[in-house]
């Protein structure tokens, strides 16, 4: 079956702490792997799509990084506006539409 | 920039009621989607639609839930005799063709079934 697992579930740092963010999938025939943001009573935000074993993508404080079993989202000096909950999805085998997601992990920056 | 829009932002219906929940995707996509979030659950997708008719739909998607293009910009989800647990946040999505086109997310109506 389609999976795609996060963890930690919840992440507190102190502003200018870095760490990561660990997705984990076993989609058979992995067609995407993409990173959202969400905050409290909004949809989810599309930050990246990464498609390769070995393939960066950066965003301002964030950069997503791909493997052929998992993904991290490594964010470097979070301020507290980063705080938020990020999502990873990818695409079922079956096409590129319909998206699994995980659970997510909800970052809290304090300053 | 261009965003997909939705409305109501939340829906109040008694049990058995029918409701229709509305999305404007952004102009130039071609690909529409419906995804739900229960309070403290995964977002799950429901439905795909291309070309005027659903793509793919999921196990949660049965005779109860309909889609609709009325016309040029509007995608709606209609959901017949709802139950207490069709309450949820329900998102619209669209994305362009190509295997490099994200999907993107309006912020969701949140359904409350009384």
């Known amino acids: 079956e389609d999976q795609v697992t996060q963890s930690p579930e919840a992440l507190r740092l102190q502003e200018g702490e870095s760490s990561s963010l660990n997705c984990s999938y076993t989609?058979?025939?992995?067609?995407?792997l993409f990173w959202y943001r969400q905050d409290p009573g909004k949809g989810p935000e599309f930050l990246f799509t990464?498609?390769?074993a070995g393939e960066e993508k950066e965003k301002e404080r964030l950069k997503a990084t791909l493997t052929k079993k998992e993904s991290f989202l490594h964010i470097t000096a979070p301020k507290p506006e980063d705080s938020a909950t990020y999502l990873c999805?990818?695409?079922?085998?079956?096409?590129?539409?319909?998206?699994?997601f995980g659970t997510g992990t909800r970052l809290l920056v304090s300053p | 920039e261009p965003e997909v829009t939705q409305t109501p932002s939340h829906q109040v219906t008694q049990m058995g009621q029918e409701v229709i929940l509305r999305c404007v995707p952004i102009?130039?996509?071609?690909?529409f989607y419906w995804y739900r979030q229960i309070l403290g659950q995964k977002v799950e997708f429901l439905v795909s639609?291309?070309?005027?008719?659903?793509?793919?739909k999921s196990e949660i998607f049965d005779d109860q839930f309909s889609v609709e293009r009325p016309d040029g910009s509007n995608f709606t989800l209609k959901i017949r005799s709802t139950k207490l647990e069709d309450s949820a946040m329900y998102f619209c999505?669209?994305?362009?063709?190509?295997?490099?086109?994200?999907?993107?997310f309006g912020d969701g109506t949140r359904l409350s079934i009384l």
């Open positions: 999505a669209s994305s362009g063709t190509g295997r490099d086109q994200p999907q993107h």
């Open positions: 989609v058979s025939g992995l067609r995407g």
């Open positions: 990464l498609y390769s």
């Open positions: 999805a990818a695409p079922m085998n079956t096409g590129f539409q319909k998206l699994v």
């Open positions: 102009s130039n996509h071609l690909y």
């Open positions: 639609f291309y070309n005027n008719e659903i793509s793919e």
